[in-house]
């Protein structure tokens, strides 16, 4: 069935270290991918998307990263800080429909 | 948070009563859909709607109904509420999915406890 990173693991980083969070997806028909970040309490937020046209795009401090040949993707943040301890899902879209897939995500701890 | 106001923030309920869950949004998107989220899984799809009066199902939409008399206001029922209901609900709109991929934005969520 469809999926996208069903499993929440924790990752632990140093304040200051370049974090790495993986995500794949199982829908070789998806064409648009979206991070977002979910801090406790509060709703999903935007972090970055990226279309299947692209294999990499960069924002403040993160980049997202596409290979659709083992489709996956990755979200990389700069220099790391404190405030971006969090929870990190993907999701992924096929452009033109209402239907968008999520993962569970991955909990991101920044450690002092 | 995108003008997207979610109420109440938090419930709690006994089985077999009616609740109603509202979203109020300031960005005039025609799209918006209700989602709940629990351990385990990712965001699920209840409904979602494309304009004022047209909504659609979703994945888990089994016990749920929908409103929108407005572009800004998107009601989420229980007609009956019962324990497997309990969740967090969040709210969320877009631009149309057309317009070559359009990211979601969410309120922060109404968490509901049905007793």
């Known amino acids: 069935g469809e999926s996208v990173g069903l499993h929440l693991p924790t990752l632990s980083v140093q304040e200051g270290d370049n974090s790495i969070i993986n995500c794949a997806y199982s829908?070789?028909?998806?064409?648009?991918f979206i991070w977002y970040k979910q801090e406790s309490g509060k709703g999903p937020q935007f972090i970055i998307d990226?279309?299947?046209?692209?294999d990499k795009r960069q924002g403040q401090r993160v980049t997202v990263l596409l290979n659709k040949t083992v489709k996956h993707l990755s979200l990389q943040i700069a220099a790391t800080q404190p405030g971006d301890s969090a929870v990190y899902f993907c999701?992924?879209?096929?452009?033109?429909?209402?239907?968008?897939?999520f993962g569970t995500g991955t909990r991101l701890k920044v450690l002092a | 948070d995108a003008g997207i106001t979610q109420s109440p923030r938090h419930k709690v309920t006994e089985t077999g009563t009616p609740v109603t869950l509202r979203c109020h949004q300031t960005?005039?998107?025609?799209?918006m859909y209700w989602y709940r989220q629990d351990p385990g899984h990712g965001l699920r799809l209840i409904h979602y709607?494309?304009?004022?009066?047209?909504?659609d199902k979703g994945e888990v939409s089994d016990g749920y109904s929908v409103s929108r008399s407005k572009t800004e206001d998107f009601l989420l029922t229980l007609e009956s509420a019962t324990s497997s209901q309990t969740s967090v609900y969040f709210c969320?709109?877009?631009?149309?999915?057309?317009?070559?991929?359009?990211?979601?934005?969410f309120g922060n969520g109404t968490r509901l406890t049905v007793t």
């Open positions: 990226i279309r299947s046209n692209m």
């Open positions: 709607s494309y304009g004022v009066k047209d909504t």
């Open positions: 969320a709109i877009s631009e149309p999915p057309f317009l070559g991929g359009s990211p979601l934005h």
């Open positions: 960005e005039n998107h025609r799209y």
């Open positions: 999701a992924e879209n096929r452009v033109g429909t209402y239907k968008y897939i």
């Open positions: 829908n070789s028909a998806s064409d648009y």
